[in-house]
């Protein structure tokens, strides 16, 4: 059983497109976050979600938006796609404690030419 | 400005040698301390965590990371690398913050094992 899954897996796409990635979590946790890790395998937080609700929210251009349906999913929607947009993205999802460690999902290669 | 910092961006390695890799912070009150390690291809997993008691901890694959407090560092070591210990090497920090707990990541360190 997959505890943290995204789709698609590799996303090639050209600039000005608009993509979705989707993630799902099977371990009955309460929070789930999306990162963003560039070339250089630098991972920074974008979103997080907690039951539902947007609690952290960094500076990241309002062309990406987060959807939660319910607090298993948590899809991120981009929109006009940049040259810059490429890198991987990492679903996560915790129970929220800080104590309790980050669940990642195998990421999603997003790729803009 | 607050910062979780890998002394090391890339480290190469023959097997059998000792790894200590640096992971300093900077944030003041309680945090909680992680490592995470990722393979090639592949997602972050857990190697340990620090929350309280014990400041050596030990985790997967025979690391362990000591919490010194006094100088804000929580660095990982392996007493015998493998050829299979090749991977990214991520110190992390979580804290309250506005809204909810964030999780912050260093660089990462890149550690290179020669077989």
């Known amino acids: 059983d997959t505890a943290v899954s995204q789709t698609p897996k590799y996303l090639v796409t050209q600039m000005g497109n608009d993509k979705s990635i989707k993630c799902e979590q099977n371990?009955?946790?309460?929070?789930m976050y999306w990162y963003k890790q560039d070339s250089k395998k630098f991972l920074k937080i974008m979103f997080s979600?907690?039951?539902?609700?947007?609690?952290i929210n960094e500076t990241v251009p309002n062309r990406f938006s987060p959807k939660s349906p319910d607090k298993a999913h948590l899809n991120l929607h981009i929109n006009s796609l940049e040259l810059g947009d490429s890198a991987v993205y990492f679903c996560?999802?915790?129970?929220?404690?800080?104590?309790?460690?980050?669940?990642f999902g195998n990421g999603t290669r997003l790729t803009v030419t | 400005a607050q910062s979780v910092s890998q002394h090391n961006h890339h480290v190469i390695l023959s097997e059998a040698a000792s790894l200590e890799l640096g992971c300093n912070y900077s944030y003041g009150g309680t945090v909680n301390l992680f490592w995470y390690v990722q393979y090639p291809g592949q997602h972050l997993q857990l190697l340990l965590k620090y929350f309280s008691g014990d400041p050596l901890v030990k985790g997967i694959k025979g690391f362990e990371a000591e919490f010194i407090k006094s100088k804000f560092s929580f660095n990982l070591r392996k007493p015998s690398v493998q050829w299979s210990d090749t991977a990214e090497y991520f110190c992390a920090v979580s804290r309250m913050d506005t809204g909810g707990f964030k999780t912050i990541f260093g660089a990462g360190t890149r550690l290179f094992v020669k077989a």
């Open positions: 371990l009955g946790h309460d929070t």
């Open positions: 996560a999802s915790s129970p929220g404690r800080s104590n309790s460690p980050l669940h």
């Open positions: 979600y907690n039951n539902k609700e947007l609690i």
